[in-house]
């Protein structure tokens, strides 16, 4: 049983930071491309960052780029956003995806991966 379960959401302060985790079970973590997307009220779920179980280059959305780092640790089959100067427009659920899907990029489409966690609120205030 596939289980992506995520940590470290909360309310922070305009200017704050937090961090992340999503620590995966029942799958070879390292075939896997994981992604970061988030979904605000009213809005499509974007991808944020994105890092391929090849290793190379993490994409990132222009709207983090910067503020956000995103990383793996193979190890503990863990993936951790790291977000920065959160501003308000950051508010938003914020979920970690799973994929075994080949695009020649990053996996960009919500669709497109295979499983997800269970969501974490984050909320920047003014």
């Known amino acids: 049983q596939v289980q992506l379960v995520e940590s470290g959401g909360g309310l922070v302060q305009a200017g704050g930071s937090l961090r992340l985790s999503c620590a995966a079970s029942?799958?070879?973590?390292?075939?896997?491309?994981m992604g970061w997307f988030r979904q605000a009220p009213g809005k499509e779920r974007e991808l944020l960052a994105a890092t391929k179980w090849s290793g190379g280059r993490t994409y990132y959305a222009d709207s983090v780029k910067g503020r956000f780092t995103a990383s793996r640790d193979s190890a503990k089959s863990t993936v951790y956003l790291q977000m920065n100067s959160l501003k308000p427009e950051d508010t938003a659920v914020y979920y970690c995806?799973?994929?075994?899907?080949?695009?020649?990029?990053?996996?960009?489409?919500?669709?497109?991966?295979?499983?997800w966690g269970q969501g974490s609120q984050v909320t920047v205030s003014s």
């Open positions: 995806a799973a994929t075994t899907r080949y695009c020649s990029t990053y996996c960009d489409i919500p669709l497109f991966y295979n499983y």
């Open positions: 029942g799958l070879t973590f390292s075939s896997y491309d």
